[in-house]
Protein backbone atom coordinates (compact mmCIF):
# COMPACT_ATOMS: atom_id res chain seq x y z
CA UNK A 1 0.00 0.00 0.00
CA UNK A 2 2.93 2.10 0.90
CA UNK A 3 4.68 2.15 -2.48
CA UNK A 4 1.59 2.49 -4.26
CA UNK A 5 0.75 5.97 -2.61
CA UNK A 6 4.35 6.84 -3.43
CA UNK A 7 4.02 6.36 -7.56
CA UNK A 8 0.60 8.60 -7.02
CA UNK A 9 2.07 11.19 -5.77
CA UNK A 10 5.24 11.60 -7.92
CA UNK A 11 2.80 11.13 -11.23
CA UNK A 12 0.90 14.20 -10.19
CA UNK A 13 4.08 16.94 -9.14
CA UNK A 14 4.23 17.90 -12.79
CA UNK A 15 1.00 18.13 -13.34
CA UNK A 16 -0.65 21.62 -14.57
CA UNK A 17 -3.32 23.35 -12.34
CA UNK A 18 -6.63 22.16 -12.60
CA UNK A 19 -9.35 24.50 -13.54
CA UNK A 20 -11.46 26.38 -11.18
CA UNK A 21 -14.87 24.26 -11.21
CA UNK A 22 -13.00 21.04 -10.43
CA UNK A 23 -11.72 22.63 -7.36
CA UNK A 24 -15.09 24.29 -6.19
CA UNK A 25 -16.61 20.74 -6.64
CA UNK A 26 -13.47 19.03 -4.80
CA UNK A 27 -15.06 18.94 -1.13
CA UNK A 28 -18.21 17.42 -2.88
CA UNK A 29 -16.10 14.62 -4.08
CA UNK A 30 -14.59 13.88 -1.77
CA UNK A 31 -17.71 13.78 0.74
CA UNK A 32 -19.44 11.60 -2.14
CA UNK A 33 -16.33 8.77 -1.21
CA UNK A 34 -17.58 8.23 2.13
CA UNK A 35 -19.59 4.85 1.87
CA UNK A 36 -22.31 6.15 4.06
CA UNK A 37 -22.53 9.29 1.92
CA UNK A 38 -22.14 7.70 -1.53
CA UNK A 39 -25.33 5.36 -0.25
CA UNK A 40 -27.45 7.51 0.63
CA UNK A 41 -26.95 9.85 -2.64
CA UNK A 42 -27.44 6.47 -4.93
CA UNK A 43 -30.98 6.67 -2.97
CA UNK A 44 -31.55 10.18 -3.70
CA UNK A 45 -30.57 9.25 -7.24
CA UNK A 46 -33.12 6.39 -7.77
CA UNK A 47 -35.89 8.22 -5.58
CA UNK A 48 -35.42 11.27 -8.24
CA UNK A 49 -34.99 9.13 -11.70
CA UNK A 50 -37.97 7.04 -10.89
CA UNK A 51 -40.22 10.43 -9.92
CA UNK A 52 -38.67 12.14 -13.23
CA UNK A 53 -39.88 8.77 -15.19
CA UNK A 54 -43.57 8.94 -13.96
CA UNK A 55 -43.70 12.28 -14.11
CA UNK A 56 -42.75 12.22 -18.00
CA UNK A 57 -44.30 8.91 -19.35
CA UNK A 58 -47.10 8.69 -16.36
CA UNK A 59 -47.97 5.65 -14.35
CA UNK A 60 -46.97 2.27 -15.90
CA UNK A 61 -49.55 0.55 -14.09
CA UNK A 62 -52.28 3.01 -15.24
CA UNK A 63 -55.22 1.22 -16.20
CA UNK A 64 -54.59 -2.06 -15.50
CA UNK A 65 -57.06 -3.97 -12.90
CA UNK A 66 -56.25 -3.88 -9.44
CA UNK A 67 -57.94 -5.27 -6.38
CA UNK A 68 -57.92 -5.07 -2.43
CA UNK A 69 -58.78 -7.60 0.16
CA UNK A 70 -58.98 -7.55 4.30
CA UNK A 71 -57.68 -10.01 5.89
CA UNK A 72 -58.89 -11.50 9.32
CA UNK A 73 -58.12 -13.72 11.70
CA UNK A 74 -60.66 -16.65 11.54
CA UNK A 75 -62.25 -17.09 15.41
CA UNK A 76 -61.16 -20.32 17.00
CA UNK A 77 -63.73 -23.40 16.84
CA UNK A 78 -64.65 -24.49 19.47
CA UNK A 79 -63.24 -27.72 21.46
CA UNK A 80 -66.16 -29.39 21.77
CA UNK A 81 -69.81 -28.68 20.84
CA UNK A 82 -72.36 -28.39 23.64
CA UNK A 83 -75.84 -30.35 23.43
CA UNK A 84 -77.69 -28.60 21.11
CA UNK A 85 -74.91 -27.39 18.75
CA UNK A 86 -74.02 -31.30 18.25
CA UNK A 87 -77.52 -32.51 17.12
CA UNK A 88 -77.63 -29.67 14.50
CA UNK A 89 -74.84 -31.70 12.65
CA UNK A 90 -76.41 -33.85 9.67
CA UNK A 91 -77.17 -37.63 10.15
CA UNK A 92 -78.67 -37.67 12.81
CA UNK A 93 -82.35 -36.64 11.33
CA UNK A 94 -83.95 -39.68 12.93
CA UNK A 95 -83.74 -38.71 16.22
CA UNK A 96 -84.49 -34.87 15.93
CA UNK A 97 -88.37 -35.98 16.52
CA UNK A 98 -88.77 -33.85 19.16
CA UNK A 99 -91.40 -31.24 18.37
CA UNK A 100 -90.75 -27.34 18.37
CA UNK A 101 -89.51 -26.09 21.92
CA UNK A 102 -91.11 -23.27 23.71
CA UNK A 103 -88.68 -20.78 25.28
CA UNK A 104 -90.91 -20.46 28.21
CA UNK A 105 -89.75 -24.04 28.93
CA UNK A 106 -86.30 -23.77 28.88
CA UNK A 107 -85.77 -22.25 32.52
CA UNK A 108 -83.31 -20.90 34.16
CA UNK A 109 -79.95 -22.46 32.82
CA UNK A 110 -81.38 -21.04 29.11
CA UNK A 111 -81.51 -17.65 29.97
CA UNK A 112 -79.19 -16.96 33.04
CA UNK A 113 -75.87 -16.69 30.90
CA UNK A 114 -73.54 -19.62 30.36
CA UNK A 115 -71.38 -22.02 32.80
CA UNK A 116 -68.24 -23.49 31.54
CA UNK A 117 -67.78 -27.04 32.36
CA UNK A 118 -64.14 -28.82 32.17
CA UNK A 119 -64.93 -32.42 31.32
CA UNK A 120 -62.50 -35.07 32.70
CA UNK A 121 -60.18 -35.22 29.47
CA UNK A 122 -59.60 -31.50 29.64
CA UNK A 123 -61.54 -29.67 26.82
CA UNK A 124 -64.36 -27.17 28.01
CA UNK A 125 -68.10 -27.10 26.65
CA UNK A 126 -70.88 -24.03 27.41
CA UNK A 127 -73.44 -25.54 29.15
CA UNK A 128 -77.10 -23.29 29.25
CA UNK A 129 -78.29 -22.69 26.23
CA UNK A 130 -76.63 -25.76 25.49
CA UNK A 131 -79.39 -27.62 26.14
CA UNK A 132 -82.18 -27.85 23.64
CA UNK A 133 -84.31 -30.88 25.43
CA UNK A 134 -87.22 -28.70 26.87
CA UNK A 135 -87.99 -29.00 30.71
CA UNK A 136 -90.25 -32.06 31.84
CA UNK A 137 -92.90 -30.64 34.38
CA UNK A 138 -92.13 -32.92 37.59
CA UNK A 139 -93.71 -36.90 37.24
CA UNK A 140 -94.94 -38.39 40.01
CA UNK A 141 -92.85 -36.82 42.86
CA UNK A 142 -91.19 -39.49 45.39
CA UNK A 143 -91.79 -39.58 48.86
CA UNK A 144 -89.60 -36.80 50.74
CA UNK A 145 -86.34 -38.38 52.62
CA UNK A 146 -85.83 -39.93 54.86
CA UNK A 147 -88.11 -42.07 55.32
CA UNK A 148 -89.25 -42.87 59.02
CA UNK A 149 -87.21 -46.34 60.01
CA UNK A 150 -84.84 -46.20 56.84
CA UNK A 151 -81.82 -44.37 58.62
CA UNK A 152 -80.12 -44.35 61.81
CA UNK A 153 -77.61 -41.94 63.58
CA UNK A 154 -74.02 -42.12 62.42
CA UNK A 155 -70.98 -40.72 63.16
CA UNK A 156 -70.91 -38.76 60.26
CA UNK A 157 -74.51 -38.19 59.62
CA UNK A 158 -77.79 -40.37 59.27
CA UNK A 159 -76.60 -44.36 57.65
CA UNK A 160 -78.96 -45.99 55.82
CA UNK A 161 -80.34 -49.16 57.71
CA UNK A 162 -83.05 -51.97 57.21
CA UNK A 163 -86.32 -50.97 58.99
CA UNK A 164 -88.01 -53.03 62.15
CA UNK A 165 -90.53 -53.99 59.81
CA UNK A 166 -88.36 -55.40 56.94
CA UNK A 167 -88.49 -52.44 54.43
CA UNK A 168 -85.38 -51.73 52.82
CA UNK A 169 -83.85 -48.64 51.28
CA UNK A 170 -83.03 -50.29 47.82
CA UNK A 171 -87.32 -50.89 47.81
CA UNK A 172 -88.15 -47.77 49.84
CA UNK A 173 -86.55 -45.03 47.53
CA UNK A 174 -86.83 -46.63 44.49
CA UNK A 175 -89.31 -45.49 41.77
CA UNK A 176 -92.46 -47.66 41.35
CA UNK A 177 -92.09 -49.49 38.34
CA UNK A 178 -94.74 -51.70 36.49
CA UNK A 179 -93.89 -53.85 33.03
CA UNK A 180 -95.93 -53.54 30.24
CA UNK A 181 -94.31 -57.04 28.46
CA UNK A 182 -92.37 -54.74 26.58
CA UNK A 183 -88.26 -55.06 26.85
CA UNK A 184 -87.09 -52.68 28.86
CA UNK A 185 -83.90 -50.31 28.85
CA UNK A 186 -82.94 -48.51 31.80
CA UNK A 187 -80.38 -45.61 31.86
CA UNK A 188 -77.78 -43.72 34.71
CA UNK A 189 -76.83 -40.85 34.12
CA UNK A 190 -73.94 -40.13 36.72
CA UNK A 191 -71.22 -37.49 38.16
CA UNK A 192 -74.23 -35.26 38.81
CA UNK A 193 -74.11 -32.30 42.21
CA UNK A 194 -70.11 -30.89 40.68
CA UNK A 195 -71.92 -28.51 38.04
CA UNK A 196 -75.22 -27.18 38.70
CA UNK A 197 -75.94 -26.36 35.62
CA UNK A 198 -75.51 -30.21 34.10
CA UNK A 199 -77.13 -31.19 37.14
CA UNK A 200 -79.99 -29.40 36.93
CA UNK A 201 -80.61 -30.21 32.93
CA UNK A 202 -80.44 -33.84 33.84
CA UNK A 203 -83.08 -33.26 36.68
CA UNK A 204 -85.57 -31.59 34.76
CA UNK A 205 -85.12 -32.32 31.48
CA UNK A 206 -84.47 -36.33 31.07
CA UNK A 207 -87.33 -38.69 31.96
CA UNK A 208 -88.18 -39.32 35.52
CA UNK A 209 -87.47 -43.22 34.80
CA UNK A 210 -83.60 -41.92 34.18
CA UNK A 211 -81.65 -43.37 37.07
CA UNK A 212 -79.40 -40.05 38.40
CA UNK A 213 -75.85 -41.19 40.51
CA UNK A 214 -74.71 -38.02 42.31
CA UNK A 215 -70.81 -37.76 43.58
CA UNK A 216 -70.68 -38.00 47.64
CA UNK A 217 -67.84 -34.73 47.36
CA UNK A 218 -70.66 -32.68 46.11
CA UNK A 219 -71.58 -29.39 47.77
CA UNK A 220 -75.25 -29.57 49.01
CA UNK A 221 -75.91 -32.94 47.69
CA UNK A 222 -78.90 -33.21 50.08
CA UNK A 223 -80.70 -30.58 47.76
CA UNK A 224 -79.69 -31.58 44.76
CA UNK A 225 -81.33 -35.20 45.89
CA UNK A 226 -84.25 -33.81 47.40
CA UNK A 227 -84.44 -31.83 43.88
CA UNK A 228 -84.24 -34.98 41.88
CA UNK A 229 -86.75 -36.82 43.85
CA UNK A 230 -89.62 -34.25 43.48
CA UNK A 231 -89.09 -34.30 39.67
CA UNK A 232 -89.64 -38.41 40.19
CA UNK A 233 -86.12 -39.72 39.94
CA UNK A 234 -84.57 -42.53 42.11
CA UNK A 235 -81.00 -41.35 42.73
CA UNK A 236 -78.00 -43.74 43.81
CA UNK A 237 -74.84 -42.39 45.29
CA UNK A 238 -71.02 -43.09 43.52
CA UNK A 239 -69.02 -44.62 45.62
CA UNK A 240 -64.88 -43.64 44.72
CA UNK A 241 -62.75 -46.87 44.46
CA UNK A 242 -59.41 -47.17 43.74
CA UNK A 243 -58.12 -46.95 39.78
CA UNK A 244 -55.15 -48.33 38.02
CA UNK A 245 -52.75 -45.51 38.64
CA UNK A 246 -53.20 -44.66 41.97
CA UNK A 247 -52.82 -42.21 43.21
CA UNK A 248 -51.94 -40.29 40.12
CA UNK A 249 -55.47 -41.02 39.32
CA UNK A 250 -56.99 -40.35 42.58
CA UNK A 251 -60.99 -40.10 42.98
CA UNK A 252 -60.53 -38.28 46.76
CA UNK A 253 -59.52 -38.55 50.36
CA UNK A 254 -62.62 -41.60 50.99
CA UNK A 255 -61.35 -43.85 48.05
CA UNK A 256 -62.11 -47.54 48.28
CA UNK A 257 -58.60 -49.07 48.47
CA UNK A 258 -57.77 -52.57 47.51
CA UNK A 259 -55.10 -52.29 50.23
CA UNK A 260 -57.05 -51.16 52.78
CA UNK A 261 -58.69 -54.04 53.98
CA UNK A 262 -62.13 -54.61 56.34
CA UNK A 263 -62.03 -51.98 58.74
CA UNK A 264 -60.84 -48.80 55.94
CA UNK A 265 -63.66 -49.70 53.86
CA UNK A 266 -65.86 -49.53 57.00
CA UNK A 267 -64.75 -46.51 58.28
CA UNK A 268 -64.82 -44.91 54.72
CA UNK A 269 -68.60 -46.13 53.65
CA UNK A 270 -70.09 -44.75 57.10
CA UNK A 271 -68.92 -41.10 55.59
CA UNK A 272 -69.98 -41.75 52.37
CA UNK A 273 -73.20 -43.38 53.11
CA UNK A 274 -73.57 -40.81 55.54
CA UNK A 275 -73.58 -37.93 53.14
CA UNK A 276 -77.65 -37.79 52.35
CA UNK A 277 -80.16 -40.20 52.61
CA UNK A 278 -82.69 -40.76 49.94
CA UNK A 279 -81.05 -43.34 47.38
CA UNK A 280 -82.05 -46.58 47.03
CA UNK A 281 -78.24 -47.90 46.08
CA UNK A 282 -74.70 -47.02 44.96
CA UNK A 283 -72.61 -47.34 42.08
CA UNK A 284 -68.83 -47.80 41.61
CA UNK A 285 -66.90 -44.50 40.52
CA UNK A 286 -63.69 -46.48 38.66
CA UNK A 287 -62.37 -49.20 40.80
CA UNK A 288 -60.58 -51.72 38.31
CA UNK A 289 -57.89 -52.11 40.93
CA UNK A 290 -60.25 -52.44 43.93
CA UNK A 291 -62.55 -55.14 41.93
CA UNK A 292 -59.44 -57.12 42.21
CA UNK A 293 -59.23 -56.94 46.08
CA UNK A 294 -61.25 -60.16 47.84
CA UNK A 295 -60.88 -58.66 51.15
CA UNK A 296 -62.26 -54.98 50.40
CA UNK A 297 -65.13 -56.19 47.43
CA UNK A 298 -66.33 -59.02 50.29
CA UNK A 299 -66.42 -55.96 53.18
CA UNK A 300 -68.63 -53.32 50.54
CA UNK A 301 -70.76 -56.28 49.37
CA UNK A 302 -71.62 -57.59 53.36
CA UNK A 303 -71.88 -53.41 54.74
CA UNK A 304 -74.44 -53.04 51.92
CA UNK A 305 -76.56 -56.13 52.13
CA UNK A 306 -76.75 -55.52 55.81
CA UNK A 307 -78.13 -51.80 55.18
CA UNK A 308 -80.24 -52.92 52.73
CA UNK A 309 -78.95 -51.20 49.78
CA UNK A 310 -78.60 -52.00 45.93
CA UNK A 311 -75.34 -52.19 44.31
CA UNK A 312 -75.32 -51.35 40.40
CA UNK A 313 -71.51 -51.06 38.78
CA UNK A 314 -70.50 -50.11 35.25
CA UNK A 315 -69.97 -53.80 34.23
CA UNK A 316 -66.67 -53.76 35.63
CA UNK A 317 -67.49 -55.75 38.28
CA UNK A 318 -70.37 -57.41 36.82
CA UNK A 319 -68.66 -61.34 38.66
CA UNK A 320 -68.59 -59.56 42.47
CA UNK A 321 -71.91 -60.99 43.88
CA UNK A 322 -73.31 -59.38 46.74
CA UNK A 323 -75.34 -56.09 48.36
CA UNK A 324 -79.16 -56.57 49.18
CA UNK A 325 -79.37 -56.04 45.60
CA UNK A 326 -77.17 -55.86 41.92
CA UNK A 327 -77.07 -55.61 38.73
CA UNK A 328 -74.58 -54.81 36.54
CA UNK A 329 -74.43 -52.22 33.20
CA UNK A 330 -74.65 -53.81 29.41
CA UNK A 331 -72.79 -51.12 28.27
CA UNK A 332 -71.27 -47.46 29.15
CA UNK A 333 -72.99 -45.03 26.03
CA UNK A 334 -70.53 -41.92 26.18
CA UNK A 335 -67.24 -43.16 26.36
CA UNK A 336 -66.73 -41.35 22.90
CA UNK A 337 -68.44 -38.73 23.68
CA UNK A 338 -69.81 -37.68 19.89
CA UNK A 339 -73.35 -37.28 19.02
CA UNK A 340 -73.37 -39.95 16.85
CA UNK A 341 -71.30 -42.91 18.71
CA UNK A 342 -73.58 -41.87 21.60
CA UNK A 343 -76.66 -42.88 19.51
CA UNK A 344 -75.04 -45.77 18.32
CA UNK A 345 -74.60 -46.95 21.71
CA UNK A 346 -78.18 -46.49 22.27
CA UNK A 347 -79.28 -48.57 19.26
CA UNK A 348 -76.82 -51.26 20.69
CA UNK A 349 -78.94 -51.09 23.80
CA UNK A 350 -82.10 -51.52 22.28
CA UNK A 351 -81.15 -54.65 20.31
CA UNK A 352 -79.94 -56.35 23.52
CA UNK A 353 -83.05 -55.22 25.43
CA UNK A 354 -85.27 -56.86 22.05
CA UNK A 355 -82.52 -59.66 22.67
CA UNK A 356 -82.87 -60.14 26.51
CA UNK A 357 -85.69 -58.57 27.61
CA UNK A 358 -83.52 -55.48 29.75
CA UNK A 359 -80.50 -54.04 28.67
CA UNK A 360 -79.01 -51.73 31.31
CA UNK A 361 -76.65 -47.95 29.65
CA UNK A 362 -74.74 -45.89 32.28
CA UNK A 363 -73.34 -42.95 31.03
CA UNK A 364 -71.90 -39.69 32.20
CA UNK A 365 -73.68 -36.26 32.67
CA UNK A 366 -71.45 -34.67 29.60
CA UNK A 367 -74.39 -32.21 27.42
CA UNK A 368 -73.59 -33.81 24.67
CA UNK A 369 -75.23 -37.23 26.20
CA UNK A 370 -78.08 -35.27 28.78
CA UNK A 371 -79.40 -33.99 25.25
CA UNK A 372 -78.79 -37.44 23.71
CA UNK A 373 -80.86 -39.30 26.56
CA UNK A 374 -83.87 -36.85 25.91
CA UNK A 375 -83.98 -36.99 22.54
CA UNK A 376 -83.73 -41.12 22.59
CA UNK A 377 -85.74 -41.71 25.48
CA UNK A 378 -88.80 -39.68 23.36
CA UNK A 379 -89.07 -42.21 20.77
CA UNK A 380 -88.65 -45.48 22.61
CA UNK A 381 -92.32 -46.31 23.16
CA UNK A 382 -92.80 -45.90 19.45
CA UNK A 383 -89.95 -48.63 19.09
CA UNK A 384 -91.32 -50.95 20.80
CA UNK A 385 -89.56 -50.90 24.64
CA UNK A 386 -90.31 -49.94 27.99
CA UNK A 387 -87.92 -46.94 29.65
CA UNK A 388 -87.82 -48.22 33.59
CA UNK A 389 -85.46 -47.02 36.29
CA UNK A 390 -82.05 -48.82 37.12
CA UNK A 391 -83.76 -50.22 40.27
CA UNK A 392 -85.86 -52.81 38.14
CA UNK A 393 -82.62 -54.31 36.89
CA UNK A 394 -81.38 -55.48 40.18
CA UNK A 395 -82.22 -58.90 41.53
CA UNK A 396 -81.80 -60.43 44.79
CA UNK A 397 -78.63 -62.92 44.92
CA UNK A 398 -79.83 -66.46 44.57
CA UNK A 399 -83.32 -64.92 43.42
Excluded: C
Excluded at 26 to 46: D, I, R, S
Excluded at 240 to 256: V, W
Excluded at 345 to 372: H, I, R
Amino acid sequence: MFAKRQSALAAAAGAPPEPRSRVAMEPVLNALKKPPVAAGAAGVFVIGAAALFVAVLGDPRAGAPTASAVLERPAAADTAPTGAEAFGFSGLDIYQDLGPIDPALMGESATGGEALITLPDGASVASGQGFSAPVRAPSNPLPKAPIAGLFQPGPNGPLPRIAADGRVPAQAYARPFRSNGKPMVALVVGGLGLNSATTRAAIERLPAEVTLSFVPYAEGLQTWIDMARAHGHEVMIELPMEPTGYPDNDPGPYTLLSSGGADDVAVKLDWLLARATGYFGVTNYLGDRFATSDEGVSALMTNLRQRGLAFLDDGSMRRRPGAFARASADRVVDEEQTPAAILRQFNALEAAAKTNGAALGTGFSYPVTVEAAARWTAGLEARGLQLAPASAMTRRPGR
